[in-house]
Every structure is written in C-alpha cells, then in structure tokens.
C-alpha cells in the first residue's frame, strides 16, 4: 500500500513523462533539420513553441515537487521496466513502470501537447 495520495503521485508521475517528453521534442526538431520537407520552417516553428509550451509545464511541475517536499530518482532501468524512487515527505517508496506503457503515455502526451489541447471537445476531457 501506498503511502503517497494519488495526487502527489500523479505530480510525480509527471515528473517522470514531462522530461521524456521535451527529448521527444528536441530529438524531432533535430530531425526536421535533417529531413527533406519542402516548408519545414513552420513544422520547426509548431514544435519550438510546443517545447517551450511543455518546458513551461515541467518547470512548474519541479516548483511543485520541491514545495510539496517530493523528489524523484530513477534508480534501474533495463529493456521492459524502469524502476523509480519516490520520495515524499520522508517516505520511499519504489516503483517500477513497464518501458512500453512509459512510451505510450509521453506519445499521449505529445499528441495533446501538439493539437488536441486546442481542440474543444479533448479540452474537456483533458488527461494532462
């Protein structure tokens, strides 16, 4: 059982996808650089203010971590799970998540961060 309410460990989770996340971000910037789009200034320009967008979000997310007296540390990672100390308020507690559901959450991540923030219908049922 779980000592972290389910708040502050979705704030932690957080931690774990936001930095994922702006990798994924400068990773493809570097490949528009490289790729053969006839415009790619605009496809470079959406994903620039969508890092900056998303490092405003884990800016805030550590500001509330270390108020909050969280912290995380990934402390194992081999092919199918990484595994990840928790600390809160004292307590530690591991957790270890499945590489692949890492991956599909930071590709959810990324489709809401590039265009389903701005549709209507996903702005109700946000999952940031």
Known sequence: ???IP?????????AIYYPLLVKVLER??????KSPLKLPKPYKEWIEHTLIYVQK???????????QGMKIQEVKRD???TT???VYRGYEEYHSYFNPGIRN??????AY??????????FLNRSE
């Open 57 to 67: 979000q884990l800016y805030t997310i550590k500001r509330d971590l270390k108020s």
């Open 84 to 86: 990840y100390l928790f």
């Open 1 to 3: 059982m779980s000592n």
């Open 79 to 81: 092919e199918l799970f």
């Open 105 to 110: 959450k930071v590709e959810e991540l990324l």
């Open 28 to 33: 493809d910037l570097i490949g528009i650089d």
């Open 113 to 122: 961060h590039l265009y389903k923030r701005f549709d209507s219908e996903s």
């Open 6 to 14: 389910s708040e502050s460990r979705d704030l932690l989770e957080k």
